[in-house]
């Protein structure tokens, strides 16, 4: 594929960068950089539902409230309330673009209940939330003959001034490098402005519920083009996924714990949330991806069990529809026995530093969702605020642009890239290899339970292997194999780096060594050599 130039480029289509693609104003040519396929992305596979104030009784201060409390303290207010407060409208677009949000029996939607929620708040479709999301904004992005979808481009740098023909010209950011999954060529997509909506990096464990492609590749972009990372030591373990020899990644919503799931012991049949937290099984997910993780080495077990067969067998079949008939096909029958789950690896909390416009460090660089540190989530996500997050940033940085646009400069003459100096490798073992090993030491080193020993065992790994990967990058063509690992280890280190940094425990981020939490909650930021 040539060298392209448009108005704006988005690098990932799920529902940050579709979002803001529908808000950019119609006059802009805007190109929707996807991965893989357009709908691979994490928003797809979103199973609970949005969160937003809806309910009578509820109010913004409560669900301001009760994400601080998730949150350990570490959110921004401001950025918690900015969206909070623009959650409802979120949610009525959603609607407005086709999204059949399962209807209450009294009021206009059903709102079911989550851990960390004081209200019923979160509006869904059944148990397929992010799939519905994800149809509706791609319905909507076709209507619009400025945005173009382009499929399987993987990202490769982000273009900045240093890639200009008449050398740099300043901090600035004008598109991205991208290489094609299907003709293998380098491509520059050239733009005045830039949003990076590439998602986490939850795919840097061993165990994880995110899809494959989740390894921090917009993250670790935009640290090498200069940018501050924040509270990279906060990935939020799910708690529940399914544990099963040959399907490693199926999430189990929380919503089954929302609506009476229960955990327990396999044999006893003993529940133990309890012995944790008054709130049981509605409690934080930390608090239970901790609790469930204490029992299995406890115990020395591989699993424990959620159980909601004691509900009704038509309810639970008419709420999880595609959990229920996943499970069925794996000989799992839910309405009349256990599900078998482990913790895994499920959202990056922490990322790229923006404001409450979705700005970054760099001019003409912006980021919404996954991929971002916005200070709304803090130490702990509370759930179903991602896809939120999604929604009201992408719309807050696509505003940003519209109103900005007549001060924003066209890109200079960027140059192509250059594979000159470098071969086809015949060793793609090597990427495999570092692949497997990056996420093996990462689930047994920083993990839910983390010590500083470890810690810093895996920081001696990520440095040897940033060594090799560097030195194999510099010398054969750029796959997006390789591409991914390269991104892998940029991350692995700044969340290694992060934790290390963080001498407490608080949210997400428990650390045997300094087992209490300080006073005063303050943020983990990396900042880059070019910006010290």
Same mark, same amino acid.
């Given at each position: 594929?040539?060298?392209?130039?448009?108005?704006?480029?988005?690098?990932?289509?799920?529902?940050?960068?579709?979002?803001? /693609?529908?808000?950019?104003?119609?006059?802009?040519?805007? !190109?929707?950089?996807?991965?893989?396929?357009?709908?691979?992305?994490?928003?797809?596979?979103?199973?609970?539902?949005?969160?937003?104030?809806?309910?009578?009784?509820?109010?913004?201060?409560?669900?301001?409230?009760?994400?601080?409390?998730?949150?350990?303290?570490?959110?921004?207010?401001?950025?918690?309330?900015?969206?909070?407060?623009?959650?409802?409208?979120?949610?009525?677009?959603?609607?407005?673009?086709?999204?059949?949000?399962?209807?209450?029996?009294?009021?206009?939607?059903?709102?079911?209940?989550?851990?960390?929620?004081?209200?019923?708040?979160?509006?869904?479709?059944?148990?397929?939330?992010?799939?519905?999301?994800?149809? !509706?904004?791609?319905?909507?992005?076709?209507?619009?003959?400025?945005?173009?979808?382009?499929?399987?481009?993987? !990202?490769?740098?982000?273009?900045?001034?240093?890639? /200009?023909?008449?050398?740099?010209?300043?901090?600035?950011?004008?598109?991205?490098?991208?290489?094609?999954?299907?003709?293998?060529?380098?491509?520059?997509?050239?733009?005045?402005?830039?949003?990076?909506?590439?998602?986490?990096?939850?795919?840097?464990?061993?165990?994880?519920?995110?899809?494959?492609?989740?390894?921090?590749?917009?993250?670790?972009?935009?640290?090498?083009?200069?940018?501050?990372?924040?509270?990279?030591?906060?990935?939020?373990?799910?708690?529940?996924?399914?544990?099963?020899?040959?399907?490693?990644?199926?999430?189990?919503?929380?919503?089954?714990?929302?609506?009476?799931?229960?955990?327990?012991?396999?044999?006893?049949?003993?529940?133990?949330?309890?012995?944790?937290?008054?709130?049981?099984?509605?409690?934080?997910?930390?608090?239970?991806?901790?609790?469930?993780?204490?029992?299995?080495?406890?115990?020395?077990?591989?699993?424990?069990?959620?159980?909601?067969?004691?509900?009704?067998?038509?309810?639970?079949?008419?709420?999880?529809?595609?959990?229920?008939?996943?499970?069925?096909?794996?000989? *799992?029958?839910?309405?009349?026995?256990?599900?078998?789950?482990?913790?895994?690896?499920?959202?990056?909390?922490?990322?790229?530093? *923006?404001?409450?416009?979705?700005?970054?460090?760099?001019?003409?660089?912006?980021?919404?969702?996954?991929?971002?540190?916005?200070?709304?989530?803090?130490?702990?996500?509370?759930?179903?605020?991602?896809?939120?997050?999604?929604?009201?940033?992408?719309?807050?940085?696509?505003?940003?642009?519209?109103?900005?646009?007549?001060?924003?400069?066209?890109?200079?003459?960027?140059?192509?890239?250059?594979?000159?100096?470098?071969?086809?490798?015949?060793?793609?073992?090597?990427?495999?290899?570092?692949?497997?090993?990056?996420?093996?030491?990462?689930?047994?080193?920083?993990?839910?339970?983390?010590?500083?020993?470890?810690?810093?065992?895996?920081?001696?790994?990520?440095?040897?292997?940033?060594?090799?990967?560097?030195?194999?990058?510099?010398?054969?063509?750029?796959?997006?194999?390789?591409?991914?690992?390269?991104?892998?280890?940029?991350?692995?280190?700044?969340? *290694?780096?992060?934790?290390? !940094?963080?001498?407490?425990?608080?949210?997400?981020?428990?650390?045997?060594?300094?087992?209490?939490?300080?006073?005063?909650?303050?943020?983990?930021?990396?900042?880059?050599?070019?910006?010290?």
């Amino acid at each position: 594929m040539a060298d392209q130039a448009f108005d704006v480029v988005i690098i990932g289509s799920g529902a940050a960068g579709l979002s803001a /693609a529908l808000e950019l104003p119609p006059e802009l040519k805007v !190109a929707v950089l996807a991965k893989g396929d357009i709908s691979a992305g994490s928003t797809a596979w979103a199973q609970g539902g949005i969160a937003a104030v809806l309910e009578p009784g509820d109010s913004f201060e409560h669900h301001i409230e009760d994400t601080i409390m998730a949150g350990a303290g570490l959110n921004d207010r401001r950025s918690v309330e900015f969206v909070v407060e623009n959650a409802p409208a979120a949610i009525e677009r959603l609607a407005e673009l086709g999204v059949p949000f399962n209807p209450g029996e009294s009021e206009r939607w059903h709102l079911t209940r989550e851990g960390g929620h004081s209200h019923r708040r979160i509006v869904h479709v059944a148990d397929a939330t992010g799939w519905a999301v994800q149809q !509706a904004l791609e319905n909507a992005v076709s209507k619009h003959p400025n945005i173009t979808l382009v499929p399987n481009m993987v !990202a490769i740098d982000l273009i900045t001034g240093r890639h /200009a023909e008449h050398g740099d010209s300043g901090d600035r950011v004008w598109g991205v490098y991208a290489v094609g999954r299907a003709h293998g060529g380098v491509s520059a997509f050239t733009a005045g402005a830039t949003i990076l909506a590439a998602g986490g990096a939850s795919r840097a464990w061993l165990y994880s519920t995110n899809p494959r492609g989740s390894t921090g590749d917009g993250i670790a972009m935009a640290w090498r083009a200069g940018c501050r990372v924040s509270n990279m030591e906060f990935n939020q373990f799910h708690p529940t996924c399914l544990h099963h020899h040959d399907v490693k990644n199926f999430l189990i919503t929380e919503a089954m714990r929302g609506e009476g799931g229960q955990l327990k012991i396999p044999g006893s049949g003993r529940r133990f949330m309890g012995d944790f937290d008054p709130r049981a099984e509605l409690a934080p997910r930390d608090i239970v991806a901790r609790a469930i993780d204490h029992e299995l080495k406890r115990l020395g077990i591989d699993f424990v069990h959620l159980d909601i067969s004691h509900r009704d067998p038509e309810f639970v079949r008419g709420h999880f529809p595609t959990i229920a008939a996943k499970l069925l096909d794996l000989g *799992v029958d839910i309405t009349k026995e256990p599900i078998p789950v482990v913790p895994a690896a499920h959202y990056t909390c922490g990322g790229v530093v *923006v404001d409450l416009d979705g700005k970054t460090d760099l001019d003409g660089l912006y980021a919404a969702g996954e991929v971002t540190q916005s200070g709304l989530h803090g130490a702990n996500r509370l759930a179903s605020n991602s896809v939120l997050e999604c929604l009201v940033f992408g719309l807050a940085a696509a505003r940003h642009i519209g109103a900005s646009w007549d001060d924003l400069s066209p890109p200079p003459p960027i140059r192509p890239w250059d594979e000159s100096r470098v071969t086809h490798s015949d060793e793609e073992v090597v990427v495999h290899h570092n692949w497997r090993e990056i996420r093996r030491f990462m689930w047994d080193y920083v993990g839910i339970v983390r010590t500083t020993k470890r810690l810093e065992r895996a920081l001696n790994r990520v440095n040897l292997l940033r060594q090799e990967t560097e030195d194999y990058y510099g010398h054969f063509r750029v796959t997006p194999d390789l591409i991914e690992l390269r991104n892998l280890v940029e991350v692995s280190g700044l969340i *290694v780096r992060s934790a290390l !940094a963080r001498k407490e425990s608080r949210g997400l981020h428990y650390i045997q060594d300094y087992p209490e939490m300080l006073p005063d909650a303050v943020d983990t930021v990396l900042t880059p050599s070019s910006l010290a």
